[in-house]
Structure formats: structure tokens, C-alpha cells
Nanobody, 126 residues
Framework: VQLQASGGGLVQAGGSLRLSCAASGRTIRDFHMGWFRQAPGKEREFVAAISRSGSGFGTHYADSVKGRFTISRDNAKNTGYLQMNSLKSEDTAVYYC??????????????????WGQGTQVTVSS
């Protein structure tokens, strides 16, 4: 499965962006999808995850983005999304989408993910 992340850019603090993650090669309906980010000089961190089809599309968010970011997916389009509102300068990072079939309890662990997109830069100016 190949993942292509897009939608990043430069936005002012308080603004919004919508990231997309398009999959090709096979359907991703049987995979959980996650978004991670990595800021310069920092480790990659979990942002959000959405469960695979058949699991009620449960979601999980990092505390730092809860209430501001919304993860979703459209299995018909084989695409996932991350809507980011009320952006802050500390949200500046390269954002990556990824998929996994691991147990839901581990979706915030990047090492559990098997396929990754190439990353899209999000820059929030204050």
C-alpha cells in the first residue's frame, strides 16, 4: 500500500488546514489510520488515529490536539483526513499518515505502523 499525504502549507495562528492521505495499491478499510508529526529536533509524536471499518470508526487524539483536530476517513475514496482548526505555532511540524492492523490499544505507537506516507509540512506563523 502506498500513502500520499497532502494539504500542508503556511497558515497564521488560529487558522485551519485539512490534510489528506490517499492510499493506492489496495483498500485500507481493514487498517487503522494514524497521523503523526515531527518538529525539528524533536521525536515523532502521535496526533490522532481512526479505527478500521467494522470497529465503529472510533477515534483517539493526543491531548495537545483534542478539541481542535478531527480525524476522519472515506473508505469509498480510500482516503483519510485530518482537519486542523485553531492552529498554534507549536503545531508546526511535518505531518505523516500511516496505517496499521495492530490492536487498537497500540495505535499511538509509531513503531506499530507498517506503511507511511512521505509527510507534508505544516507551518503555523504566530
Amino acid at each position: 500500500v502506498q500513502l500520499q499525504a497532502s494539504g500542508g502549507g503556511l497558515v497564521q495562528a488560529g487558522g485551519s488546514l485539512r490534510l489528506s492521505c490517499a492510499a493506492s495499491g489496495r483498500t485500507i478499510r481493514d487498517f487503522h489510520m494514524g497521523w503523526f508529526r515531527q518538529a525539528p529536533g524533536k521525536e515523532r509524536e502521535f496526533v490522532a488515529a481512526i479505527s478500521r471499518s467494522g470497529s465503529g470508526f472510533g477515534t483517539h487524539y493526543a491531548d495537545s490536539v483534542k478539541g481542535r483536530f478531527t480525524i476522519s476517513r472515506d473508505n469509498a475514496k480510500n482516503t483519510g483526513y485530518l482537519q486542523m482548526n485553531s492552529l498554534k505555532s507549536e503545531d508546526t511540524a511535518v505531518y505523516y499518515c500511516a496505517i496499521t492492523q495492530i490492536l487498537w490499544a497500540y495505535v499511538d505507537e509509531s513503531r506499530r505502523y507498517t506503511n507511511w506516507g512521505q509527510g507534508t509540512q505544516v507551518t503555523v506563523s504566530s
